[in-house]
């Protein structure tokens, strides 16, 4: 009995009190007399206890878009029908709704039946406790990792733990026999074969619930499938949870989540899509804090820092007492986002005069300041941690004014994803050719070596003879945007579309005016091609040639304004773009700088300067 209470304080001790409105519903009352009196299980009761102690602040989030968009993307799973044909419908659906669309908060204490919390407690811990030699589970792992019926807030749903019991716990089983406990996860993962669309994000208030994931196996985001594996994990009986980072340090907006399993003492973390094992896969990249999600927890959004566990850390303090009115804000450090300005990515304390930050990851640049009145203020110019740990204070001399020339708004690698850098490398070794009779016989007019360039590149061909058809040929899965053909005045030539092209794309979009469309013209070691035929011989003075991007290069045509930082965003001028780079005098040196593209776009991150004049972004 001491035992278990000592778990029990443990586990509560994120919790400063046991609210009285909990204590006086019946839900309360009938849970706890029934645990005391009819199952009189002490462990049960205590378990029960863990869910009050924490259930007073736990809700769920409806709103009418949500419902209605999920209704009818299951609708067309349940039908067969095109997935996209829904999307369409989604945002006709989204556009005419009303601009006023209130999000409904549910308290679970008003919602959740005795009999039904009863069941959940009974069959989390009749599994945890079937599973737990096996699993390693703990008391307090069951508790904090097994018992809690959700996970952020998502709609409440009475049968899931039942359901989800019945439906997985064969594969439960099947870990009783196996040597390997990660491959054997990924392919469990994998099996259930959910899908990520993030177009359909912004269609979405709120979350999937685990149950609708069930059904269509299809989400706009990581979260919805993250809640719906720990909901089936913790179902039958193995501890886990949503691990998330609030904002990449290299992107403009966007965080990430995924999954988290406990398994004989240790955490596991698992791509919530693909099954793919995370554990040490984000240790290098621009990461400023990762949290795990705790039903107990009280601070930073019910979640609790392991940063630590993933990344290499580096804490931070910083001397305040030269700014004035510091004392009115509470600590807190952020990251730069696009739309909101600053994202706050986590609390620091103050000792005297410091601001103290622990635990922050390396390859970001951070913003420094406190939170007052629930807003954000920087209240010094940035700072840079880099791979090595080392500290970089971006204080801008405008004493030492430099000429610099950009060709990006926004670094080529995004987040974790590092398949970009391949775009213009899968061109290397493509070559061009001329024939006047059906390619039976051609000659070569060039060949591209390493290729590297992002840039809309452009290839004086030497050759002064007249040819009838031209293409580009390619024995590797070279991705290109766009492919231009000009004659002897520099005109650009347009023919009948030749190609022998990798089923599925279409070769109009290398020649429309959209340097987003692309094709893959390879096919493994197959030489492929695309071109044209012209109506007469043509004589070809130029090639221009587009590898895959993202339109975050200098892109001729748009406005753009540069600024740098100094106690706030600071304007250094606009230029439109003549040709793929822009040149900016008296720019001081040694800051954070900040590429505007003013006539579209989103992605945009600020930057700095090496020792060579070169831009580099946090986490290159």
Same mark, same amino acid.
């Given at each position: 009995m001491k035992n278990?209470?000592?778990?029990?304080?443990?586990?509560?001790?994120?919790?400063?009190?046991?609210?009285?409105?909990?204590?006086?519903?019946?839900?309360?009352?009938?849970?706890?007399?029934?645990?005391?009196?009819?199952?009189?299980?002490?462990?049960?009761?205590?378990?029960?206890?863990?869910?009050?102690?924490?259930?007073?602040l736990k809700y769920s989030c409806y709103d009418s878009i949500t419902d209605n968009a999920i209704s009818i993307l299951c609708d067309s799973i349940k039908q067969s029908t095109d997935v996209l044909g829904a999307r369409d419908k989604i945002r006709i659906l989204t556009k005419n709704a009303p601009k006023s669309n209130d999000v409904k908060i549910v308290n679970d204490v008003s919602v959740i039946k005795s009999s039904d919390?009863?069941?959940?407690?009974?069959?989390?811990?009749?599994?945890?406790?079937?599973?737990?030699?096996?699993?390693?589970?703990?008391?307090?792992?069951?508790?904090?990792?097994?018992?809690?019926?959700?996970?952020?807030?998502?709609?409440?749903?009475?049968?899931?733990?039942?359901?989800?019991?019945?439906?997985?716990?064969?594969?439960?089983?099947? $870990?009783?026999?196996?040597?390997?406990?990660?491959?054997?996860?990924?392919?469990?993962?994998?099996?259930?074969?959910?899908?990520?669309?993030?177009?359909?994000?912004?269609?979405?208030?709120? $979350?999937?619930?685990?149950?609708?994931?069930?059904?269509?196996?299809?989400?706009?985001?990581?979260?919805?499938?993250?809640?719906?594996?720990?909901?089936?994990?913790?179902a039958i009986g193995i501890p886990a949870t949503y691990d998330y980072l609030p904002q990449w340090g290299n992107h403009p907006y966007n965080g990430h989540s995924w999954l988290s399993v406990k398994w004989q003492g240790k955490w596991?973390?698992?791509?919530?899509?693909?099954?793919?094992? $995370?554990?040490?896969?984000?240790?290098?990249?621009?990461?400023?804090?990762?949290?795990?999600?705790?039903?107990?927890a009280i601070e930073n959004n019910n979640s609790v820092d392991v940063t630590k566990q993933y990344l290499d850390v580096v804490d931070i303090k910083i001397k305040m007492d030269t700014v004035a009115g510091f004392n009115s804000y509470s600590p807190a450090i952020a990251v730069f986002n696009k739309f909101k300005g600053y994202r706050v990515v986590d609390r620091g304390i103050r000792k005297g005069s410091d601001f103290v930050f622990k635990n922050l990851g390396r390859r970001v640049c951070y913003f420094i300041g406190g939170v007052k009145d629930e807003r954000f203020q920087a209240l010094i110019n940035p700072v840079f941690i880099d791979s090595d740990g080392m500290i970089k204070f971006l204080n801008p001399n405008c004493k030492k004014l430099d000429t610099r020339c950009l060709y990006r708004k926004y670094p080529?690698?995004?987040?974790?994803?590092?398949?970009?850098?391949?775009?213009?490398?899968?061109?290397?070794?493509?070559?061009?050719?001329g024939s006047?009779?059906?390619?039976?016989?051609s000659d070569i007019l060039f060949k591209l070596g390493n290729y590297t360039s992002y840039k809309e590149e452009y290839f004086?061909?030497?050759?002064?003879?007249?040819?009838?058809?031209?293409?580009?040929?390619?024995?590797?899965?070279?991705?290109?945007?766009? $492919?231009?053909?000009?004659?002897?005045k520099h005109n650009i030539l347009k023919g009948k579309i030749l190609q022998d092209l990798r089923k599925g794309f279409i070769p109009k979009a290398l020649f429309d005016d959209d340097m987003l469309t692309w094709v893959q013209i390879g096919i493994g070691k197959r030489t492929v091609s695309v071109g044209y035929s012209f109506d007469k011989p043509q004589y070809i003075s130029e090639i221009a040639v587009q590898a895959r991007n993202d339109g975050n290069q200098i892109v001729v045509g748009d406005e753009y304004q540069l600024m740098f930082y100094d106690k706030g965003w600071k304007d250094l001028g606009y230029k439109t773009a003549l040709k793929q780079e822009l040149i900016f005098d008296n720019v001081p040196s040694g800051g954070l700088y900040w590429l505007k593209n003013i006539t579209k776009g989103d992605e945009e991150l600020p930057f700095m300067f090496d020792a060579e004049g070169n831009q580099y972004w946090a986490g290159q």
């Amino acid at each position: 009995m001491k035992n278990i209470l000592l778990i029990l304080l443990i586990g509560l001790s994120g919790c400063s009190y046991f609210s009285k409105h909990i204590t006086r519903t019946s839900l309360y009352k009938d849970v706890i007399h029934h645990y005391k009196n009819e199952d009189c299980n002490e462990e049960k009761e205590n378990a029960a206890l863990y869910l009050f102690k924490n259930m007073d602040l736990k809700y769920s989030c409806y709103d009418s878009i949500t419902d209605n968009a999920i209704s009818i993307l299951c609708d067309s799973i349940k039908q067969s029908t095109d997935v996209l044909g829904a999307r369409d419908k989604i945002r006709i659906l989204t556009k005419n709704a009303p601009k006023s669309n209130d999000v409904k908060i549910v308290n679970d204490v008003s919602v959740i039946k005795s009999s039904d919390l009863i069941k959940h407690i009974d069959i989390t811990y009749d599994a945890w406790k079937k599973f737990s030699s096996i699993s390693g589970a703990s008391y307090q792992d069951y508790c904090d990792y097994i018992l809690p019926y959700r996970v952020v807030s998502e709609k409440y749903e009475v049968c899931n733990t039942e359901n989800f019991n019945k439906k997985y716990n064969q594969f439960r089983d099947s $870990l009783l026999h196996v040597d390997s406990f990660i491959p054997e996860m990924t392919l469990f993962i994998k099996s259930l074969e959910c899908k990520t669309d993030l177009s359909l994000n912004k269609f979405y208030l709120n $979350l999937f619930s685990p149950k609708q994931i069930d059904q269509i196996k299809m989400a706009p985001r990581c979260d919805d499938n993250v809640i719906y594996f720990v909901t089936i994990f913790r179902a039958i009986g193995i501890p886990a949870t949503y691990d998330y980072l609030p904002q990449w340090g290299n992107h403009p907006y966007n965080g990430h989540s995924w999954l988290s399993v406990k398994w004989q003492g240790k955490w596991f973390a698992f791509d919530s899509v693909n099954g793919c094992y $995370l554990n040490n896969i984000y240790r290098g990249l621009s990461i400023p804090k990762i949290f795990r999600r705790e039903y107990s927890a009280i601070e930073n959004n019910n979640s609790v820092d392991v940063t630590k566990q993933y990344l290499d850390v580096v804490d931070i303090k910083i001397k305040m007492d030269t700014v004035a009115g510091f004392n009115s804000y509470s600590p807190a450090i952020a990251v730069f986002n696009k739309f909101k300005g600053y994202r706050v990515v986590d609390r620091g304390i103050r000792k005297g005069s410091d601001f103290v930050f622990k635990n922050l990851g390396r390859r970001v640049c951070y913003f420094i300041g406190g939170v007052k009145d629930e807003r954000f203020q920087a209240l010094i110019n940035p700072v840079f941690i880099d791979s090595d740990g080392m500290i970089k204070f971006l204080n801008p001399n405008c004493k030492k004014l430099d000429t610099r020339c950009l060709y990006r708004k926004y670094p080529i690698t995004i987040r974790r994803y590092r398949g970009k850098l391949g775009w213009a490398k899968s061109l290397s070794g493509s070559w061009f050719e001329g024939s006047n009779d059906d390619f039976k016989t051609s000659d070569i007019l060039f060949k591209l070596g390493n290729y590297t360039s992002y840039k809309e590149e452009y290839f004086k061909i030497k050759n002064k003879k007249p040819y009838k058809s031209i293409r580009m040929c390619c024995s590797s899965n070279a991705q290109i945007a766009s $492919l231009k053909f000009f004659d002897e005045k520099h005109n650009i030539l347009k023919g009948k579309i030749l190609q022998d092209l990798r089923k599925g794309f279409i070769p109009k979009a290398l020649f429309d005016d959209d340097m987003l469309t692309w094709v893959q013209i390879g096919i493994g070691k197959r030489t492929v091609s695309v071109g044209y035929s012209f109506d007469k011989p043509q004589y070809i003075s130029e090639i221009a040639v587009q590898a895959r991007n993202d339109g975050n290069q200098i892109v001729v045509g748009d406005e753009y304004q540069l600024m740098f930082y100094d106690k706030g965003w600071k304007d250094l001028g606009y230029k439109t773009a003549l040709k793929q780079e822009l040149i900016f005098d008296n720019v001081p040196s040694g800051g954070l700088y900040w590429l505007k593209n003013i006539t579209k776009g989103d992605e945009e991150l600020p930057f700095m300067f090496d020792a060579e004049g070169n831009q580099y972004w946090a986490g290159q």
